[in-house]
């Protein structure tokens, strides 16, 4: 049977951070043209005629592709990837894809995401910052079961403190009470409920709003839910683990 990644372009490994045992920061670099895309947009990446979407942390000034990848142990996909060390290559589609983008028409956007699905957002806060845009307003909710898997909270924290007025950041984890969260301090429960608490304390006008939801399909079913009959705009990205 044909490989069907065969005659893709390749991108390079260039950088790789292991978080956890299942969770990992790539940088792949395409070789020869510049890959194009919009903040918020995905890739779709190819190793041994398997291939699985992935959105990109990275911005587009950055010249690199920066994925996220949590491990599925019997996926297609991911177990081969974490076999790849530095210089090994992978093949990446030549567009990218995707319409889970900043909404610019409105000047307040509610992001909701688990471990993963912090993804597009990063990109399109990087890229807002890189840019030097203004008149936008973020409230940015990270959720994840342990304090480690939170991965960005780092950066999301240094950008809320460089743009007090812009940027909002609220991180929590959902199982407080472990011991791998031991020395957490922050906000406690899951992610959705979290923003509920917070999202009538904001008072932002709906017709000025968007609703991101990126992540765990339990947690974007949850916010749709509610946040669709009150009136609020609303999108979604969901993972699919395989």
Same mark, same amino acid.
């Given at each position: 049977?044909?490989?069907?990644?065969?005659?893709?372009?390749?991108?390079?490994?260039?950088?790789?951070?292991?978080?956890?045992?299942?969770?990992?920061?790539?940088?792949?670099?395409?070789?020869?043209?510049?890959?194009?895309?919009?903040?918020?947009?995905? %890739?779709?990446?190819?190793?041994?005629?398997?291939?699985?979407?992935?959105?990109?942390?990275?911005?587009?000034?950055?010249?690199?592709?920066?994925?996220?990848?949590?491990?599925?142990?019997?996926?297609?996909?991911?177990?081969?990837?974490?076999?790849?060390?530095?210089?090994?290559?992978?093949?990446?589609?030549?567009?990218?894809?995707?319409?889970?983008?900043?909404?610019?028409?409105?000047?307040?956007?509610?992001?909701?995401?688990?471990?993963?699905?912090?993804?597009?957002?990063?990109?399109?806060?990087?890229?807002?910052?890189?840019?030097?845009?203004?008149?936008?307003?973020?409230?940015?909710?990270?959720?994840?079961?342990?304090?480690?898997?939170?991965?960005?909270?780092?950066?999301?924290?240094?950008?809320?403190?460089?743009?007090?007025?812009?940027?909002?950041?609220?991180?929590?984890?959902?199982?407080?009470?472990?011991?791998?969260?031991?020395?957490?301090?922050?906000?406690?429960?899951?992610?959705?409920?979290?923003?509920?608490?917070?999202?009538?304390?904001?008072?932002?006008?709906?017709?000025?709003?968007?609703?991101?939801? %990126?992540?765990?399909?339990?947690?974007?079913?949850?916010?749709?839910?509610?946040?669709?009959?009150?009136?609020?705009?609303?999108?979604?990205?969901?993972?699919?683990?395989?």
């Amino acid at each position: 049977m044909a490989n069907p990644t065969a005659n893709l372009p390749i991108a390079t490994l260039i950088g790789r951070t292991d978080i956890t045992e299942d969770l990992m920061v790539v940088k792949i670099r395409p070789d020869g043209a510049s890959f194009d895309f919009k903040p918020g947009q995905y %890739c779709t990446l190819g190793k041994d005629g398997i291939e699985r979407a992935y959105s990109i942390a990275s911005a587009p000034h950055e010249g690199y592709l920066e994925l996220f990848i949590e491990l599925v142990p019997d996926g297609a996909l991911t177990p081969k990837l974490w076999n790849l060390k530095l210089g090994d290559s992978v093949s990446v589609r030549p567009r990218a894809k995707g319409i889970f983008t900043m909404n610019s028409k409105v000047h307040n956007h509610v992001m909701i995401g688990t471990v993963t699905g912090i993804v597009p957002y990063i990109s399109i806060l990087r890229s807002y910052v890189h840019d030097n845009r203004q008149g936008h307003t973020f409230y940015v909710f990270l959720g994840a079961s342990y304090q480690d898997e939170l991965t960005y909270d780092k950066e999301l924290q240094l950008l809320s403190e460089q743009y007090p007025e812009s940027i909002y950041f609220i991180p929590t984890v959902s199982r407080p009470e472990e011991e791998r969260n031991s020395e957490w301090t922050g906000v406690k429960g899951r992610v959705n409920a979290i923003y509920e608490s917070y999202i009538d304390k904001l008072d932002l006008p709906k017709e000025d709003t968007f609703i991101y939801t %990126c992540g765990h399909p339990g947690m974007i079913e949850d916010v749709k839910s509610k946040a669709i009959p009150k009136g609020w705009n609303f999108i979604e990205e969901r993972f699919w683990k395989e």
